[in-house]
């Protein structure tokens, strides 16, 4: 069997044209090779066509949906219940005020975040990823993420190559979206990436607690006043 | 399209172009975009990913995790290009030996983004005026990331700088990592470069290459991080 990464309309990924000679072993390993994003993703082999969650297999919908939502524009009203979402941390629930900042406020506050919270996230994101690796769905975790690192590299990429406050957000969100898109493919109940991915994907950058706040930076958008 | 002394003055627009310059002008191109497609996955693998576990802090942190992305972004562009040009095999093969360095400090690293990032970004910057059109325009867009690079890499190597304990570690990360990126840009003795100049996929000797990159580096570490820079030959042969 022998597998290609096509776009929507059948084109294989690497050349731009139908799907031809050999391919890759396995759904995985075509989707882990694809040189370029596109959306919607899925991959052609000798039996016909599979979605993105077929390729995947279980939590492959999971995944499916978030990157669904990074590729589509913005939700309206910044993806709903902001302070909501913000408090739903990945390493836990956070009664802190929560501060919508503008980007520089944000980098500021990133320096100084909470070291034992962001410990906790580093553990969060962590676990998912020993448990697919020990299940044996190592290949999928690889294409899963390499499918989201391609689209969100481009998709949050700084508008300024030179501005360090932009690629310090860009990189913070590429990092959570990682961790979204590894706890999304191995099932995790409840999903503790859910929320903070939801405000990712709207183009919010969470950054976590600092200075006595929940801090959210909004990258994306026009300086917000600080709440 | 050969100019007076042999070399091939004119431009290709396209892989099919290419093809029809000959097969050893696609060997020629293939060559230097299987190294950028080897190299740039190799020091995603090997620097830049570690990295994120060794930063100081939270900002550093996700500045190397955008770092390594641009990186793994950057080896998938120039795999994009030799797709197009009909080369299977891009990814197999030795990355550089400068990727045998064992990364294992912050100091290490952001020296490292400014010195062997600096050896990419003169690469690249020779290839602005490369024969070959695709390539040329593609080095033209990753340019400003990997001088972002090298940036990140002098700022922070300069805050190392001012603290008097780094500076020892500082200086062990430029005299190990100097001699480690020598061997990057290839033999004095190349026929693999006469064979790019013939063709006008670069223009400079390697030698030349080495030299001005020494330059530019020996300006920074001793000028901006006052440390001493070692003495590089760009003669270099193995």
């Known amino acids: ?56 297999g279980p939590g492959g919908d999971r995944v499916e949906a978030l990157l669904d939502a990074l590729a589509g524009p913005p939700a309206p009203g910044g993806g709903g219940d902001v302070e909501g979402l913000a408090r739903a941390t990945p390493a836990g629930p956070v009664g802190l005020p929560v501060r919508l900042v503008a980007l520089p406020a944000g980098v500021e506050a990133a320096a100084r975040v909470d070291a034992a919270w962001l410990a906790a996230v580093d553990r969060r994101r962590d676990g998912p990823r020993h448990a697919l690796a020990a299940a044996g769905r190592g290949e999928e975790m690889e294409a899963a ?23 310090v957000s860009s990189g913070a969100r590429l990092w959570l979206l990682a961790g979204a898109v590894v706890s999304a493919l191995a099932g995790a109940e409840p999903d503790p990436f859910e929320a903070w991915a939801r405000l990712v994907v709207a183009g919010w950058w969470p950054v976590g607690p600092s200075g006595g706040h929940l801090v959210v930076s909004a990258p994306d958008r026009r300086a917000e006043p600080a709440g | 399209m050969t100019s007076a002394g042999g070399s091939f003055a004119g431009e290709v627009a396209d892989a099919a172009a290419a093809h029809a310059v000959g097969p050893e002008y696609v060997s020629a191109v293939g060559k230097v ?67 045998d360095y064992g990364l294992s400090s912050w100091a290490e690293f952001v020296v490292l983004k400014a010195l062997v990032d600096l050896a990419e970004v003169v ?116």
């Open chain 2, 33 to 99: 975009v299987a190294s950028h497609v080897r190299n740039e996955l190799a020091g995603a693998a090997a620097f830049d990913e570690p990295a994120i576990a060794m930063a100081p802090g939270p900002k550093e942190k996700w500045l190397a995790c955008r770092i390594a992305m641009e990186e793994y972004g950057h080896h998938l562009k120039f795999q994009r290009l030799a797709s197009e040009l009909g080369l299977e095999d891009a990814a197999t093969g030795r990355a550089l030996s400068v990727f």
């Open chain 2, 123 to 238: 690469l690249m910057e020779e290839l602005l005026a490369t024969s070959y059109l695709p390539l040329r325009d593609l080095v033209a867009r990753l340019l400003p990331e990997e001088r972002f690079h090298v940036s990140f890499g002098k700022a922070h190597a300069r805050e190392l700088a001012a603290v008097p304990t780094a500076r020892p570690v500082l200086q062990q990360a430029v005299d190990d990592l100097v001699s480690f990126t020598v061997p990057f840009f290839g033999r004095s003795a190349s026929t693999n470069n006469e064979t790019f100049r013939r063709w006008g996929v670069k223009q400079q000797t390697n030698d030349e290459a080495r030299a001005q990159w020494a330059e530019r580096c020996q300006q920074f570490v001793e000028e901006e991080l006052g440390l001493r820079f070692p003495d590089v030959d760009p003669h270099w042969n193995g």
């Open chain 1, 1 to 56: 069997m022998s597998w290609h990464a096509v776009d929507g309309e059948g084109r294989d990924l690497a050349t731009g044209r139908p799907p031809r000679g050999p391919g890759l072993p396995s759904p995985a390993a075509a989707l882990a090779d694809a040189p370029v994003p596109a959306w919607p993703v899925g991959v052609v082999g000798d039996a016909g066509r599979l979605s993105l969650t077929e390729a995947l």
């Open chain 1, 145 to 167: 993420l390499h499918v989201a690192m391609l689209m969100a590299t481009e998709r949050l990429d700084p508008a300024d190559d030179g501005d360090e406050d932009a690629h």
